[in-house]
């Protein structure tokens, strides 16, 4: 079965780049689905950042679209989150997750055990 | 973007309990709304897609229901593995909103 690890620096400086990388295991990047990122502030709820397909195609919340870039390494069967100027609100749990779908419905059923970025003054 | 509001945000519940969560969205999203569990330091688990499609795996006392901007979780009988936290998420639209989450808690 598909199974996610993501991985990166814990510690992030002022206004540096946070990159994230989701390895793919059991399963094939370049199937039929979309790969996603989301986080989690400290005690707080969910938030979706973007997802990509094997394609390169990209989808990216509003809020974050302008700092963000997903990618996707089809050799090394895994895709990366960038997101630039990093502040203290960029801290989180950052999971990766593949995106299933029916039909037109799109769902996360897959999930990453999620890493820890904070931001470092 | 599509705003989802959930409520309550928390609720007290006993086991045996039959206990159902909110989700209301911002505009109409027909059917396109899941639901995941997420229990501390766990990373969220998926329990229904397509507003009422039990994810395979996932206990029959789970159900979801809806349409437009104003769906429900129901438990049907709260067991003890049950207590954690509960969101749903729309992906009617391209930016794939949660919610804010409905933490389930022991009475």
């Known amino acids: 079965q598909v199974q996610l690890q993501e991985s990166g620096p814990g510690l992030v400086k002022p206004s540096g780049t946070l990159s994230l990388t989701c390895a793919v295991s059991?399963?094939?990047?370049?199937?039929?689905?979309?790969w996603s990122w989301v986080r989690q502030p400290p005690g707080k709820g969910l938030e979706w950042i973007g997802e990509?397909?094997?394609?390169?195609?990209?989808n990216y919340n509003p809020s974050l679209k302008s700092r963000v870039t997903i990618s996707v390494d089809k050799s090394k069967n895994q895709f990366s989150l960038k997101l630039s100027f990093m502040t203290a609100a960029d801290t989180a749990l950052y999971y990766c997750?593949?995106?299933?779908?029916?039909?037109?419905?799109?769902?996360?059923?897959?999930w990453g055990k999620g890493t820890t970025v904070t931001f470092s003054s | 973007d599509i705003q989802m509001t959930q409520s309550p945000s928390s609720l007290s519940a006993s086991v045996g309990d039959r206990v159902t969560i909110t989700c209301r969205a911002s505009?109409?999203?027909?059917?396109?709304l899941n639901w995941y569990q997420q229990k501390p330091g766990k990373a969220p688990n998926l329990l229904i897609y397509?507003?009422?499609s039990l994810q395979s795996g996932v206990p029959s006392r789970f159900s979801g229901s809806g349409s437009g901007t104003d769906f429900t979780l129901t438990i049907s009988s709260l067991q003890p593995e049950d207590f954690a936290t509960y969101y749903c998420?729309?992906?009617?639209?391209?930016?794939?909103?949660f919610g804010q989450g409905t933490k389930v808690e022991i009475k």
């Open positions: 997750a593949r995106v299933e779908s029916f039909g037109d419905y799109y769902y996360m059923d897959v």
């Open positions: 059991g399963g094939s990047i370049s199937s039929n689905n979309w």
């Open positions: 990509i397909f094997h394609s390169g195609s990209t």
């Open positions: 505009q109409s999203i027909s059917t396109y």
């Open positions: 397509a507003t009422s």
């Open positions: 998420q729309q992906s009617y639209s391209m930016s794939r909103t």
